[in-house]
C-alpha cells in the first residue's frame, strides 16, 4: 500500500513566489533590521540625518532666542548709548575707508556679497558648530 501525501495536490510555488515567501520570512523574523543594523554606512547617514534634523531644530530655536534677546537689549538701551554706537560704526567705516588698501577692501567686499548670497548656508554651519560646542560643553560636565 502506498501513501500519498495530502499536498501532493499543490501546485510548485514560482521562484517569484518563493522570493516573495523569502522576503516576508525575512521580514518576521527582523533579518533585514539586524542587516541594517550591521551596516555602517547605513547606521551613519541615518545618524548624521538625525542630527541634521536636530540641528536645524537647534539652529532655528537659537535664531529666535538671539532675535528675541537682541531687540530686548535694543529697547533697554538708554538713546544716548544708541547715538554712540551709531556714532562709533561711523567712525570706523571712515577709518577703515581711509587706511584699507586696496585689494583688502576688495576681498572684504567680495567676502561680504558671498556670505549675504548664502546666509542660509551661514546660519546652518553656525549653528551647526553651536550645537556641537554646546553637546561636548554638556557632556564634560
Not at 556670505?115 to 554651519?125: Q, Y
Amino acid at each position: 500500500m502506498t501513501h500519498t501525501p495530502a499536498d501532493q495536490h499543490t501546485t510548485t510555488p514560482t521562484p517569484a513566489e518563493l522570493r516573495e515567501q523569502i522576503e516576508h520570512t525575512r521580514h518576521e523574523l527582523g533579518v533585514q533590521d539586524l542587516a541594517d543594523e550591521s551596516d555602517g554606512k547605513a547606521r551613519a547617514q541615518r545618524r548624521a540625518g538625525e542630527l541634521k534634523k536636530t540641528a536645524l531644530l537647534k539652529a532655528g530655536e537659537l535664531k529666535a532666542h538671539a532675535v528675541k534677546t537682541g531687540s530686548q537689549l535694543q529697547e533697554k538701551l538708554p538713546d544716548s548709548v544708541k547715538e554712540k554706537a551709531r556714532t562709533a560704526a561711523a567712525g570706523a567705516g571712515r577709518v577703515w575707508e581711509d587706511k584699507a588698501p586696496e585689494p583688502l577692501k576688495q576681498k572684504a567686499t567680495q567676502y561680504a556679497q558671498q556670505a549675504r548670497g548664502n546666509r542660509s548656508l551661514l546660519l546652518v554651519a553656525a549653528s551647526g558648530i553651536t550645537v556641537l560646542w554646546l553637546v561636548r560643553r554638556s557632556r564634560k560636565s
